[in-house]
């Protein structure tokens, strides 16, 4: 289930099934993974530990948005 995806001209982010998915420019640090590695190809973050439920970036930052799921309630 992909909830949302963010296009910027240097990078794109996606939220799966609440996990965060990041590419593009990370040359410092902006794609919030731990590194300044630029990724070609969408990678998971493996750093966020919670489910993920909004992103925002821009050029030089990412934002992102964490909560608690709650089973059944819509």
């Not at 909830?3 to 799966?16: A, D, G, H, T, Y």
Request: aromatic fraction near 6%; proline fraction near 3%.
């Amino acid at each position: 289930h992909l909830s949302q995806v963010i296009f910027f001209p240097n990078k794109m982010l996606s939220i799966e099934f609440g996990n965060l998915f990041v590419c593009g420019d990370g040359d410092a640090g902006q794609l919030g993974t731990g590194k300044r590695d630029s990724e070609l190809i969408p990678i998971q973050n493996s750093l966020i530990s919670d489910i993920v439920v909004d992103v925002a970036c821009g050029i030089s930052h990412t934002l992102i948005l964490t909560g608690i799921s709650i089973t059944g309630v819509h």
